[in-house]
T-cell receptor, first 113, second 113 residues
């Protein structure tokens, strides 16, 4: 079935630390994964994506790692800032149909100064 | 930068009433979506829309729900007879092409009393 879940509901870090947010997915047919950031009262905002033919992708201060063997996805945020405080969702897409997003439960990242 | 807009930001309605939630997707986008998020829970797919017809819908999207693109800019979600459990944030999203990123609007908070 469709199931995307997160290991840690809340992650608290100090400003300047590196943060790692994890996600497990269950559908081995998923071929595209996205991390979204959601700030309070706002819609999900795209952070970074990765296709199943890759195992790592880097953006500005963010890195996504994909381990298809254990169906695990992680988001690494370097030098975390207070503005990074938000709920982070992973989402997966099957390469079929019109590519609806299947979201995970979400992890709240709290960054203290 | 183009963005998806949604109105109203907050809608309060009584159980059994009809509501229409409005979205203006990004102008050159072709794929449209509605998602909902019950407070504290994950974002759930409702429906996708392409070429003036529903392309996929979830189990949540029952006969009480309908979508329409009445003109070249608006994309609406109608709930015919609201229930208490319809209370949620409703997000509209759009995408330019089949492989592109989905852009989310800020959401409409629907409260059914």
């Amino acid at each position: 079935g469709e199931s995307v879940g997160l290991h840690l509901p809340t992650l608290s870090v100090q400003e300047g630390d590196n943060s790692i947010i994890n996600c497990a997915y269950s559908n081995s047919a998923s071929d595209y994964f996205i991390w979204y950031k959601q700030e309070s009262g706002k819609g999900p905002q795209f952070i970074i994506d990765i296709r199943s033919n890759m195992d790592k992708r880097q953006g500005q201060r963010v890195t996504v790692l994909l381990n298809k063997t254990v169906k695990h996805l992680s988001l690494q945020i370097a030098a975390t800032q207070p503005g990074d405080s938000a709920v982070y969702f992973c989402a997966e897409i099957l390469n079929t149909g019109f590519q609806k997003l299947v979201f995970g439960t979400g992890t709240r990242l709290l960054v203290s100064p | 930068e183009p963005e998806v807009t949604q109105t109203p930001s907050h809608q309060v309605t009584q159980m059994g009433q009809e509501v229409i939630l409005r979205c203006v997707p990004i102008s050159n986008h072709l794929y449209f979506y509605w998602y909902r998020q019950i407070l504290g829970q994950k974002v759930e797919f409702l429906v996708s829309f392409y070429n003036n017809e529903i392309s996929e819908k979830s189990e949540i999207f029952d006969d009480q729900f309908s979508v329409e693109r009445p003109d070249g800019s608006n994309f609406t979600l109608k709930i015919r007879s609201t229930k208490l459990e319809d209370s949620a944030m409703y997000f509209c999203a759009s995408r330019r092409d089949r492989q592109g990123e989905q852009y989310f609007g800020p959401g409409t908070r629907l409260t059914v009393t």
